[in-house]
């Protein structure tokens, strides 16, 4: 995926791993507790921001059914929160992806795509990589648009979207924030789960990471996101 590539100064992945295994044990808690399996979230997508974490791929983290959203509704924050609204390209998978699969087996998975929005908070842990994927990458919720099977040769450069805040676009789609081969965003989610143990399911969704800068947003933000040909969500920030 975009910044794969080994970067000098990287964080170990010890560190990486024990973070995420801190983080998975508290996803398993809550489908214990009664919520829903929903998928997978990508954390720095863009390359600048992989080089400034020291990060030589992305990070990943988990989405339930405790956090999700239709779009239309309204999200308030906590008290003393910085939301981060971000614009997303969604991937169904619809078959089991093996540990460490090639690119065919990758590209068989994806059934289908969907616009995404998520809303992070990130005041709500410190910014050390550890804290970061121990508390979700710093996830707050999201929604997910209506999926789409039917778009041949899905290419991501050629989305054409933008955000808009009480109806002023804000931020324009840079598809150069995606790889190119979209695969890659699947390549990243099922072997960083394989490391755990665990494995990417048919039925998993997985949000690739904003392909906008990220949106700060306030009480009162009323918010679109349109992600053509993929289409339009839209979210209230309480008051």
């Not at 008290?79 to 981060?84: S, T, V």
């Not at 795509?113 to 998520?118: G, L, T």
């Not at 324009?172 to 755990?196: F, K, W």
Request: with cysteine; proline share 3%.
């Amino acid at each position: 995926m975009n910044g794969s590539t080994m970067q000098p100064d990287v964080i170990e992945d010890a560190i990486l791993m024990q973070g995420m295994q801190v983080q998975l044990d508290k996803w398993q808690g809550l489908l214990e507790s009664g919520h829903k399996r929903v998928g997978w979230k990508i954390g720095f997508n863009a390359l600048a921001d992989q080089q400034r974490m020291k990060l030589a791929m992305p990070i990943v983290g988990f989405l339930t059914s405790e956090s999700i959203l239709d779009s239309g509704s309204t999200y308030k924050g906590k008290k003393h929160a910085k939301l981060m609204l971000e614009a997303e390209v969604a991937i169904l998978i619809g078959k089991d992806v093996s540990a460490f699969a090639g690119k065919a087996e990758l590209l068989a998975a994806i059934e289908g795509f969907a616009p995404a929005i998520e809303v992070v908070d990130v005041a709500r842990s410190s910014h050390d990589i550890t804290s970061i994927l121990e508390d979700n990458i710093f996830h707050e919720t999201f929604i997910l648009g209506e999926l789409i099977k039917d778009i041949a040769e899905f290419k991501v450069k050629d989305i054409m979207g933008n955000v808009s805040v009480n109806n002023k676009v804000v931020q324009t789609a840079d598809p150069s924030r995606y790889p190119d081969d979209i695969s890659e965003v699947v390549s990243v989610v099922a072997d960083t789960l394989a490391e755990q143990g665990k494995c990417l399911q048919a039925g998993d969704w997985i949000i690739s990471g904003s392909i906008t800068q990220p949106v700060e947003v306030f009480a009162g933000d009323q918010v679109k996101v349109a992600l053509l040909p993929l289409g339009s969500l839209s979210l209230n920030i309480d008051k």
